[in-house]
């Protein structure tokens, strides 16, 4: 089935046409999914100016990229003429900035129309679940793989989501305030630097990690709590009284306080995460989300599950942050789960939408 999936639920707009194959119901087999054509333009310098993203610029952006998108997309794709270009269209309904959900969902519905083929909504948080498998030709999802735990890590998230059956979701844990990767934009913006800040603070971390320690000392939020819930805004309060403390902040102090705040936030992530596969005895875990960009949180979690069963699954680094190619991929399974396609009508933007 080849499907045309659109994304504009922040501020990256992308467009991608994909092959998709295989069941899904067991026995599971042949899955395949193969890239044929996947463009996305990013906003972020855009947005950088505003040390966020700013809904109506992001609107005005997607609806004047779409088109380009779409057009670039099917050219790569040197589909033949005559064919049906797609068979189903995909598009994100939410959760994220209901504005710019909006002209990606307007967009789809005029091809829908146009092309005379359905279209589906697809949960955004759902995708940054199944981008674990994007960039792969061919996997498996096999009944021996469950129970699957996924730590949904983004700007506007942080979830830990438990299936114990194809498309079968139970939150067991959330942020009470801010995500984990609102929090690095956060305090980025304290430290001067750039949105989006979590590569930035990522990038002086890592160099404090090599060349000095850091001497400075941050909260771990809710680590010791006794259920798996989150909270960040806490600790970028306390980065914003050590900053005020400080008075001027020199480049080494930076880093040091990037460095211990990228330990803080994921020395939280991953003993809460750990502490929930062992209480459910999970056999995969999942770690996706903007944030699973992040290289020590990876190598965090790498190390920690060496000497253990479960099979750890992070997404391609550039399939981390939002792209289409991931709600491509939600949309198919969705589409098997259902075991038809049933064209949407009138779909809705929805800004807290919800596993
Ligand atoms: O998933 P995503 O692209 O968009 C949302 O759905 O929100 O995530 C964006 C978030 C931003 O907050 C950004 O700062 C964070 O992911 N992020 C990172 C890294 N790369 C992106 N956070 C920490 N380390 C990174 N390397
Ligand atoms: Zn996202």
Not at 72 to 93: G, Y
Not at 121 to 139: Q, R, T
Not at 180 to 209: M, N
Not at 217 to 241: E, I, Q
Request: proline share 5%; hydrophobic share 40%; net charge positive.
């Amino acid at each position: 089935m080849r499907i045309l999936a659109i994304e504009t639920s922040c501020d990256e707009t992308a467009i991608s046409l994909v092959e998709a194959k295989g069941r899904l119901n067991p026995p599971a087999g042949g899955l395949s999914f193969k890239v044929l054509g996947n463009n996305l333009a990013s906003q972020a310098k855009i947005h950088a100016p505003y040390g966020g993203v700013y809904p109506t610029l992001a609107k005005r952006e997607h609806i004047k990229n779409l088109p380009i998108l779409f057009d670039q997309t099917l050219k790569q794709a040197k589909l033949e003429k005559n064919n049906k270009p797609f068979d189903l269209i995909a598009v994100t309904q939410g959760p994220g900035l209901e504005p710019a959900l909006w002209t990606g969902i307007v967009f789809a519905e005029n091809l829908a129309k146009k092309f005379k083929a359905p279209v589906i909504p697809v949960n955004h948080m759902l995708g940054h679940y199944f981008s674990v498998f994007a960039d792969k030709e061919k996997f498996s999802i096999s009944k021996s793989q469950f129970p699957i735990l996924a730590l949904l890590v983004s700007g506007g998230h942080t979830e830990l989501i438990l299936s114990k059956d194809f498309m079968k979701f139970k939150k067991i844990g959330e942020t009470r305030d801010d995500a984990a990767g609102e929090a690095f934009d956060k305090v980025a913006r304290l430290l001067g630097l750039p949105y989006p800040g979590g590569p930035e603070i990522s990038r002086l971390a890592e160099v404090c990690r090599k060349n000095q320690e850091s001497k400075i000392k941050l909260p771990r939020p809710m680590l010791n709590s006794p259920d798996f819930d989150f909270s960040f805004s806490g600790l970028k309060t306390a980065v914003l009284y050590l900053t005020q403390k400080i008075g001027k902040l020199t480049p080494k102090i930076k880093k040091e306080i990037a460095r211990e705040f990228e330990d803080a936030v994921v020395d939280v992530l991953v003993s809460k995460t750990l502490r929930a596969a062992e209480k459910y005895k999970i056999k995969t875990l999942i770690v996706a989300g903007g944030v699973a960009s992040n290289k020590h949180l990876r190598n965090v979690f790498n190390h920690k599950l060496q000497n253990t069963t479960y099979k750890l699954l992070f997404p391609a680094r550039e399939l981390a942050t939002d792209n289409s190619l991931m709600i491509a991929l939600a949309g198919y399974f969705q589409v098997l789960k259902n075991k038809k396609i049933k064209s949407a009508k009138n779909i809705q933007a929805k800004g807290n939408l919800k596993i």
